[in-house]
């Protein structure tokens, strides 16, 4: 789809979206009083869902009584309470989030509320074993989880491609469970989530008039709308955001979009970037802008934020109560910034965490997350350059410590990258397919290589 006809499109979506809203007197963060939250209506049923769905993979942790990482259910409840009186009403989940808590504290924080007043979404995450049994025990463990009889949105989880799909839901009779229970009135939309290229999407697509897949789930967001292909980490070759939302939006199935934000990196902007948008807009955030490309696109169902402090929730509900759709100029600054954003050399790891746990104790998302900041903020010296200037040299110590001690302080030594055995556990599990042993070695070849470097 083209940006003229995109414009096109999304003009005429923006126009037609109703809207309802956050109760009088709750305002912004900076005081004042917010609009009223947009909703978008699912086309074959009348759902009128939130544009800004909450994503449970990120809520706060804490330490039990056995110092075991739980958690914060108290925080949970603060969180989803502020959520649902501002109008979020779309809760996604799924079994294998934060080590399989998720699902059960979104539930209680979710139950305090009637059931009417949010739409449940929860996937079928049947990684280790494609067992017809072990999936149907999911999908019923889940059922418990959040006391329904009922799942709003239920997806098939993270599917790549024909092979993915064959082995994991055809080939065992799970999908022709899940579609009896959509049968039933159980599952209410039946969809999937899609981490993979275009010919593995095509596949899925073709399964549409069969299957009738009621919402499919993608990661889009300005960088990866049409820069996806071209990045050089990915074993396989994903598909540009672009392709696949003009191929659901073709044939009319609703979009839900996760990582509108990258992992956290849309909303952590390097300054040269930043300024480019603060010349538009001084007062929106660098996530405010990412969010509202996403909702933009008239078929985009709801828009997912994994937030996890209050400050987040603020600002996002900032930009959906209200909502402001992109008008081609901003579009075109965002184009501009998505470009300039893939020159840089970070890591397309999002903090999903399905990487972990690493058996050898290796921290891979905090790793990962200290080297993109460091690549944003510009502290990435090179040891190897030779630098006759006094005031290069200076820049270089200071830029040296700042990511040596950074290191250290982020993650703990027996959790650093050196302690990586290429074991490759970790390589299937990402849904970026980042060749993370591979990634590791570099950077611990670069901090090998700075800790030699004499100052």
């Known amino acids: 789809m083209d940006r003229r006809e995109f414009l096109k499109t999304a003009g005429l979506g923006a126009a037609a979206v109703g809207l309802t809203g956050c109760r009088d007197g709750l305002s912004s963060a900076e005081g004042q009083p917010r609009g009223e939250m947009e909703y978008r209506t699912n086309p074959a049923n009348g759902d009128r869902v939130s544009l800004l769905g909450y994503g449970c993979m990120r809520w706060q942790m804490t330490k039990d009584a056995e110092g075991n990482e739980v958690i914060d259910q108290e925080s949970v409840n603060q969180m989803v309470d502020c959520a649902l009186e501002c109008g979020v009403n779309y809760f996604d989940s799924a079994p294998v989030y934060l080590r399989g808590q998720s699902e059960r504290a979104t539930a209680l924080a979710l139950l305090r509320h009637p059931r009417e007043s949010y739409f449940i979404a929860t996937k079928l995450s049947n990684f280790s074993d494609s067992s017809y049994e072990y999936g149907v025990a999911m999908y019923e463990a889940s059922r418990r989880n959040y006391e329904s009889e009922t799942i709003d949105y239920y997806l098939l989880h993270a599917l790549s491609g024909e092979?993915?799909?064959?082995?994991?839901?055809?080939?065992?009779?799970?999908?022709?469970?899940?579609?009896?229970?959509?049968?039933?009135?159980?599952?209410?939309?039946?969809?999937?989530?899609?981490?993979?290229?275009?010919?593995?999407?095509?596949?899925?697509?073709?399964?549409?008039?069969?299957?009738?897949?009621?919402f499919v789930q993608i990661q889009m967001n300005y960088v990866d709308w049409t820069h996806m292909e071209s990045k050089p980490d990915a074993r396989r070759r994903e598909a540009n955001a672009d392709y696949l939302y003009s191929e659901l939006a073709s044939r009319n199935i609703p979009v839900v979009i996760m990582e509108p934000l990258l992992g956290g990196r849309l909303a952590d902007l390097p300054d040269a970037v930043m300024d480019r948008l603060k010349s538009r807009e001084p007062r929106l955030s660098a996530a405010s802008w990412a969010f509202r490309f996403c909702g933009t696109m008239p078929a985009v169902l709801t828009t997912l934020s994994g937030m996890t402090y209050m400050e987040h929730l603020n600002d996002n509900l900032d930009t959906f109560c209200g909502f402001r759709p992109l008008d081609e100029k901003e579009l075109s600054i965002l184009e501009s910034v998505a470009t300039m954003l893939?020159?840089?050399?970070?890591?397309?790891?999002?903090?999903?965490?399905?990487?972990?746990?690493?058996?050898?104790?290796?921290?891979?998302?905090?790793?990962f997350a200290h080297?993109?900041?460091?690549?944003?903020?510009?502290?990435?010296?090179?040891?190897?350059?030779?630098?006759?200037?006094?005031?290069?040299?200076?820049?270089?110590?200071?830029?040296?410590?700042?990511?040596?001690?950074?290191?250290?302080?982020?993650?703990?030594?027996?959790?650093?990258?050196?302690?990586?055995?290429?074991c490759r556990i970790c390589v299937p599990k990402c849904p970026q397919n980042i060749n993370i042993p591979a990634r590791l070695s570099r950077i611990d070849r670069y901090v090998h290589n700075l800790k030699l470097t004499r100052e």
């Open 342 to 367: 893939s020159s840089y050399d970070t890591i397309d790891c999002t903090g999903c965490q399905y990487c972990m746990p690493c058996p050898y104790g290796i921290n891979i998302p905090g790793i």
């Open 371 to 422: 080297y993109n900041k460091c690549v944003n903020e510009g502290l990435i010296p090179d040891p190897k350059e030779e630098l006759e200037d006094s005031e290069d040299r200076r820049a270089f110590r200071r830029a040296r410590r700042a990511f040596l001690l950074g290191y250290d302080r982020a993650i703990p030594t027996v959790r650093q990258a050196d302690h990586c055995i290429s």
């Open 163 to 214: 092979e993915d799909i064959r082995r994991r839901f055809l080939d065992n009779g799970l999908l022709d469970f899940l579609l009896e229970e959509r049968r039933l009135g159980h599952i209410r939309n039946l969809g999937f989530s899609f981490h993979g290229g275009r010919d593995g999407f095509d596949y899925l697509m073709s399964l549409h008039e069969k299957y009738h897949w009621d």
